[in-house]
T-cell receptor, first 111, second 113 residues
């Protein structure tokens, strides 16, 4: 089955860019998602990309997809303290919106 | 705006009890999902449902069951709670189709003593 991997932790300074990386194994995954989880809350959908796209930009967020390497990244420009959270990458498994999630990357933003 | 509501934010139960976690969505979504979230393990799918009275096992169904009698409501049942079921439980819903994102509730933090 699908396996999705992320690094566990990333620390950046306020105002810098953050890049969170994700790899997946199933080349037939058609949609890839990024979710954000703030402390004590559920997951909030940030953005998603279809597998025939290379890039998607939405305000401060840029998603890059390298389908050949099965590598997905989320870039947050001008990172703010409010961006401190856990970020989850998820890949569709082709069955009615069923998703496989990574372990999550905890982003810490320092002053 | 999509609203997925889980009945309790925090719950404390005893070993051996039968525990019900409730989830309601207001967007007429066909699909509903139950996950548990544990540190370092991410989200693991317990059960999901494509329609009323339909259910499918996820990756870790042992010790759990589900019920979907109405389209908007999906219940997770711990038949006989054990301490290793202490976790954060997250409910999600979506429209049918591979391009439909899942929308999550705020989670229930369950402690089994």
């Amino acid at each position: 089955g699908e396996d999705v991997e992320q690094s566990l932790f990333l620390s950046v300074r306020e105002g810098d860019s953050s890049v969170i990386n994700c790899t997946y194994t199933d080349s037939s995954s058609t949609y890839l998602y990024w979710y954000k989880q703030e402390p004590g809350a559920g997951l909030q959908l940030l953005t998603y990309i279809f597998s025939n796209m290379d890039m998607k930009q939405d305000q401060r967020l840029t998603v890059l997809l390298n389908k050949k390497d099965k590598h997905l990244s989320l870039r947050i420009a001008d990172t703010q303290t409010g961006d401190s959270a856990i970020y989850f990458c998820a890949a569709s498994t082709g069955t009615a919106s069923k998703l496989t999630f990574g372990t999550g990357t905890r982003l810490q933003v320092t002053l | 705006d999509v609203k997925v509501t889980q009945s309790s934010r925090y719950l404390v139960k005893r070993t051996g009890e039968k525990v019900f976690l409730e989830c309601v969505q207001d967007m007429d979504h066909e699909n509903m999902f139950w996950y548990r979230q544990d540190p370092g393990l991410g989200l693991r799918l317990i059960y999901f449902s494509y329609d009323v009275k339909m259910k499918e096992k996820g990756d870790i169904p042992e010790g759990y069951s589900v019920s979907r009698e109405k389209k908007e409501r999906f219940s997770l049942i711990l038949e006989s709670a054990s301490t290793n079921q202490t976790s954060m439980y997250l409910c999600a819903s979506s429209f049918g189709g591979v391009d439909q994102p899942q929308h999550f509730g705020d989670g229930t933090r369950l402690s089994i003593l």
